[in-house]
Structure formats: structure tokens, C-alpha cells
DNA sequence: CTTGACATTCCAGTGTAGGGGAAGGTTGAG
DNA sequence: CTCAACCTTCCCCTACACTGGAATGTCAAG
């Protein structure tokens, strides 16, 4: 397929794909006669994958990283599986982190919730912050 | 109070206060005869609203926001529970993906600690990583 | 044969939330 | 008097994740 069904087919915009190649996220693509990028079907999901990492708040270098592991496939490389623990151990800390102020916010939102207009004291700025 | 006085209060660098200024989360301060900041004491209060709106993952636009609001002389506080709803629905999309992603990365772990060979060149195998 | 929708590369800009450091003015202490 | 610690404006820099646009090439349809 190419770069503009790729990139519709994942939500995404040409530019972006051509970003990730850039950026190490996808693979060079293959190139047909005319020079165009021709993508497998598989990378839709690859660019999925990243959506989802992108929408977790991950950064691009670390996607990038865990792609490396995945593709590193069924290597049973200690050294890999060092990596893998280390990016498990990574995700466990910024999902706590992102619990801890989901409850922080949470308890703004529901003290803001139970409140009245009138609780709102205009001297200050807002209560609920 | 002059601007390190105040940034200090705030857990703040002047660099900081002089940006909030520029982008419109503080009013420009008054100055002193020598062309100093001088702020009065509840701009410490409006620095800490900010810093905590920052620790809830507010933008500064948002917070902007929410200060003119108040500035304004009208309660922003429907507003902000706005925001917070909004908030904490991002922040449990993002819990949710997060989750998701660490099962795939425990998946890949699972998968590499039951291969067998555990010695492995780190050089060779995994030096694209 | 031309038009429009694709594609290519490359360079440059955007927005966010500040930080670094220069060049200079002001103030209090020793 | 000098020195350190403040302050001022000014401009540039950072990282991140794209986005825009120019100049050019390719290709199917009318």
C-alpha cells in the first residue's frame, strides 16, 4: 500500500509516516519502480501500536524502544530480556504516577462536584483548585 | 514583594514568573522607582493556583482560562469542573492504554524468559537497540 | 494533452514550558 | 570602594512531535 492509504488507514497524515521512518519507528519502506514508498499490510498495525503508545503518553523514544524489543522476536538473549524488565518496571511506575494523579484529580473533581456556586468564595480564585 | 521574593514563595524561578507575566497568567507587576517588580503578597496565591493546576496536568492555556474567568469577577468554578471532568476522563484513557501496552510488553517477557539459550553476545544480537 | 491527486526530498516553522546567558542597572555589607 | 546579590531587557536555545510549503516527479481519467 501506499504512504496516503497507509497513513488514512491509521489515522495518521503522510507527513507523520515519513517522520517515523526518519525517527526510527518504522522500518525504511520498500520502494516501488516510481520510488514510492510501498508499505506491507502489517504496518498498520505497527503505526496502531505507536497510536496507542502515543495516546498512553508514552514518548516516541520509548515506543521506539519497545518496537526494538518486539522485533528482537523470540531472541532469548538475557540482555533483551534485561531490556524487556526494564521497560515493564517503566510502565509500572508511570501507571502508578498516572493513578496517583488521576486520584488527586478525582478528589478536585468531586469536592468540586458537591459544591454549590456559592461555595465559591470570590475573594479567592476557585476553591476547587 | 520583588520577583525572587515572590518565586521563591512559589516554589518558582523568576525566569518563570517573568514567562507567566509575558503569557498572561500574571498581570504585569507594578514596578518600583528603580524599575523593579514589585508584587503584591496575594500574587503568591495566584503562583500556587498556577502550580497546582500545573500538578494536575492543566496546560497553561486552560489555567489562563480559569484566571480570566476570575479576573473577570464571575465564579469559574463550573469551569474548572469542566475541566476536571474532561481531565480525568484523559487521564483513564490513558491508565487504560498504558495498561494495555504493559500486557504486550509482559507478553514479550513472558515469551523471551521461556526461550532456552540465555548467553548471547549483547554486541551482535542487540546492538541496533 | 492537460488536469488533479498522488508521491518525492529538503528546509523551515509551530507550540509548549520554560532555561541560559549576555550586558547592564541597583543595593546593601564590609 | 568594591563586591556580591539582586534586578532589568534581550535574544537565543532546548526537546518533542509534528506541520507547512516549495520544487519536482508520477499516473489515471477525461
Not at 42 to 57: K, W
Not at 95 to 100: C, K, Y
Amino acid at each position: 500500500m501506499r504512504i496516503g492509504e497507509a497513513a488514512a488507514a491509521a489515522g495518521m497524515t503522510t507527513k507523520t509516516l515519513r517522520f517515523y521512518e526518519d525517527s526510527g519507528l518504522l522500518p525504511a519502506a520498500k520502494r516501488s519502480p516510481n520510488g514510492y514508498r510501498d508499505y506491507p499490510d502489517d504496518s498498520v498495525a505497527r503505526l496502531e501500536f505507536i497510536r496507542r503508545g502515543r495516546a498512553a503518553g508514552l514518548a516516541l523514544t520509548q515506543i521506539r524502544e519497545i518496537l526494538a524489543l518486539r522485533d528482537a522476536g523470540e531472541a532469548p538473549c538475557a540482555h533483551v530480556q534485561d531490556l524487556l524488565s526494564n521497560q515493564l518496571a517503566e510502565l509500572d511506575h508511570q501507571i502508578s504516577e498516572l493513578m496517583a494523579l488521576r486520584s488527586i484529580v478525582a478528589g478536585l473533581h468531586a469536592t468540586a462536584a458537591s459544591g454549590t456556586d456559592a461555595s465559591c468564595d470570590p475573594e479567592q480564585i476557585c476553591s476547587y483548585l
